[in-house]
């Protein structure tokens, strides 16, 4: 494809240099994840082969722009100052892009395990947090002068090659450009077309997959794909099959399907009992794994707060996440719906009016506020939020995009704020506002739920000094500590409160600090708490597998509500409830069922059975059971229905 011309002399030793860089970054994070791969000398074979395959395809994109050019260049203009000015600076820009993002991919490797994808792409686009966030987390004041370093370093090396000088004085007939840049076309046609980023998915080794693909051909293959047809990518069943499947395992003696015949599974759901409407304070907790409390066997004593109450509600202790996003938890709370593969609901168009817990908190006559640290900008939050009943407390910027909301939005002053960083304002100053609107609420004899996404719990760790022990910014077990702490300082402030008393508080994690793991899905890394406590609530200990879209479905049963219901969670208390969890990536989607059974549908139309151990977090895989696989599938592809069928709404 590149000749022995000296015209392509610079593109040619580029492309080595390439590839060598991209060898040594594999080889880099294969023996960071070296006691999780399953390392033999094929499966190294394997890994360095498909790796050097998808970074041809990197180059392939970068051999059209650079033969584009060297085709319609005359050459009379060869070696001139124009021509210069445009090779020296074409050098310069895809050294930086390259080596900048060598290193975006190792920090993004230690913050997922994973290379680029749908996070990626969504931190483009939410640049102010992840600049900022890169700028408290790590040395720039190093880490910048190293990037242009190197660069002008590879710079000097094809310097003394010479290899400039031949790119100035070489000077090739344009039949012969012509078929160079025909030919590199074609190469590049052939990545775009037939060759997906996914395909490097070769083995069951979830790492070995990862460090086999290449950092920028996968970005790009994601920010082209961001959306999955689901009957596309994974197996299905007939529609009235998965909905009668699902409406029978949401059977229960106090519900009742409006439609009984039709594919959706709107119900009514009756309680005997008088019903308790008590204020309700939620906290969606950044990143709060289950193994960080002492009550799942932590002995660093980070969560003393939350252990102080586990016992004094009804605590799940079973529990597990749908994903490892924040909008995913968002979704599954809200929601009360499987994750459905690409992007969360909370980030799609055509997602506001839909049936969310607001819709029956307003309609037993409560005011809904959403209450997030941050800009809501970030991840669609305040759009999701507000065009579904909430008003919306958050720490915006202005954003244009964000105003796009069809309820009250309050911004969070500088004079209310006393500790902030990248992701938004620290624990206790959220939790301070909540309090003043929930202060406004009573005194206007107003019920409220108050939504609190928090954000201590994150990269870089910082918070205010001298709150606990453990120095800001200095680990994840800090950020958590005082995330813990924010809560007690929280309890204090109101607990002389005239609402106090008749307020019931829910605290659930969003998602595990990690879910990374060499398996399709790290059974683990989806465990988080989930606490409902307060004066009218009976506690109990719950170990019964669950999911994170049951948490409001039992609230509701704990107040004793009768209510309309388009949830696909349930009571879990209830003898009709059959224990699963619905846990997911982005692209594989799991049912985990009380045995330890777990199902996972891949986007390339399989089904993979296995059974997990819950003490080593090892699958085995194992025979497919028929029953097993009809039932997940049918979890996914009726929650698929209902959303792309614009179902999700009550008229």
């Not at 399953?38 to 180059?59: C, K, N, P, Q, W």
């Not at 202790?317 to 995913?328: E, H, I, Q």
């Not at 005239?498 to 659930?508: A, D, G, H, L």
Request: proline share 3%; glycine share 4%; hydrophobic share 40%.
């Amino acid at each position: 494809m590149l000749p022995n011309f000296d015209r392509y002399q610079l593109l040619k030793k580029y492309a080595i240099g390439f590839i060598l860089l991209s060898f040594i970054l594999r080889i880099a994070l294969l023996f960071w994840q070296i006691s999780d791969v399953e390392l033999t000398f094929l499966s190294f074979f394997r890994i360095i082969a498909t790796g050097l395959f998808y970074d041809l395809g990197v180059l392939s994109f970068l051999f059209v722009i650079v033969n584009f050019y060297l085709l319609i260049m005359p050459r009379k203009f060869i070696g001139s100052k124009l021509d210069k000015a445009i090779v020296y600076s074409g050098f310069f820009l895809s050294t930086l892009i390259f080596i900048f993002t060598f290193f975006a991919e190792i920090t993004f490797w230690e913050e997922f395990h994973c290379r680029f994808n749908f996070v990626a792409v969504d931190y483009l686009i939410y640049t102010y947090e992840v600049v900022k966030n890169i700028n408290e987390s790590y040395p720039l004041v190093i880490l910048v002068p190293s990037i242009l370093l190197i660069v002008f370093g590879i710079y000097l090396i094809f310097k003394k090659l010479d290899v400039f000088q031949q790119v100035f004085t070489s000077k090739v007939p344009f039949l012969k450009r012509a078929i160079v840049f025909s030919t590199s076309l074609v190469m590049c046609l052939f990545y775009v077309f037939l060759i997906k980023n996914n395909q490097a998915e070769w083995s069951s080794n979830r790492y070995s997959n990862e460090i086999s693909k290449a950092g920028i051909y996968a970005f790009f293959s994601e920010l082209r794909n961001n959306k999955l047809d689901y009957k596309t990518f994974y197996q299905t069943l007939d529609d009235r099959q998965v909905f009668a499947l699902i409406k029978n395992k949401l059977k229960d003696v106090n519900s009742q399907f409006i439609h009984p015949d039709s594919l959706e599974i709107k119900r009514t759901i009756h309680d005997s009992l008088e019903e308790i409407k008590p204020n309700v304070v939620f906290v969606l907790m950044e990143s709060m794994s289950a193994d960080f409390m002492t009550s799942f066997g932590n002995e660093k004593k980070l969560t003393p707060f939350l252990d102080s109450i586990a016992n004094k509600g009804v605590f799940l202790k079973n529990l597990y996440a749908t994903g490892n996003r924040t909008v995913r938890g968002m979704e599954a709370v809200t929601l009360s719906i499987p994750p459905t593969p690409g992007q969360s609901i909370v980030k799609r168009q055509n997602n506001d009016n839909l049936f969310t817990v607001a819709s029956v908190f307003k309609e037993k006559k409560y005011t809904c506020n959403f209450f997030y640290g941050g800009d809501g900008y970030f991840d669609n939050m305040n759009a999701f939020y507000g065009g579904n009943g909430f008003n919306i407390f958050d720490r915006g910027r202005g954003s244009i995009l964000a105003d796009n909301i069809k309820t009250k939005r309050t911004n969070i002053n500088d004079d209310e704020v006393t500790h902030e960083n990248a992701w938004g304002i620290c624990d206790e100053d959220i939790y301070n506002k909540m309090i003043k609107e929930a202060d406004r609420c009573y005194t206007n004899k107003e019920r409220f739920f108050n939504f609190i996404m928090t954000t201590s719990n994150h990269r870089p760790y910082t918070y205010p000094e001298g709150k606990i022990d453990i120095p800001s910014g200095k680990s994840r077990d800090g950020a958590v500590k005082y995330s813990d702490y924010a809560l007690s300082q929280l309890f204090k402030k109101i607990k002389n409160k005239p609402w106090f008393e008749n307020t019931v508080f829910v605290f659930i994690a969003d998602h595990c600090a990690s879910s990374a793991g060499k398996d399709e899905i790290d059974v683990k890394n989806y465990h988080i708490p989930a606490i409902i406590y307060g004066a009218s609530i009976k506690p109990q200990n719950v170990d019964v597998l669950c999911s994170q879209i049951d948490i409001f479905p039992t609230l509701f049963h704990e107040l004793n509500w009768s209510y309309k219901s388009d949830f696909f969670g349930e009571n879990i208390l209830s003898t009709y409830y059959e224990p699963r969890a619905l846990i997911a990536t982005y692209l594989k989607l799991g049912l985990l069922k009380s045995d330890n059974d777990l199902v996972v549908l891949t986007n390339k139309k399989e089904v993979h059975q296995y059974k997990w151990n819950s003490k080593t977090n090892d699958l085995l895989k194992t025979n497919t059971n028929k029953d097993l696989k009809r039932e997940t599938i049918a979890w996914y592809q009726t929650a698929d229905y209902l959303y792309n069928n614009d179902k999700l709404r009550f008229p």
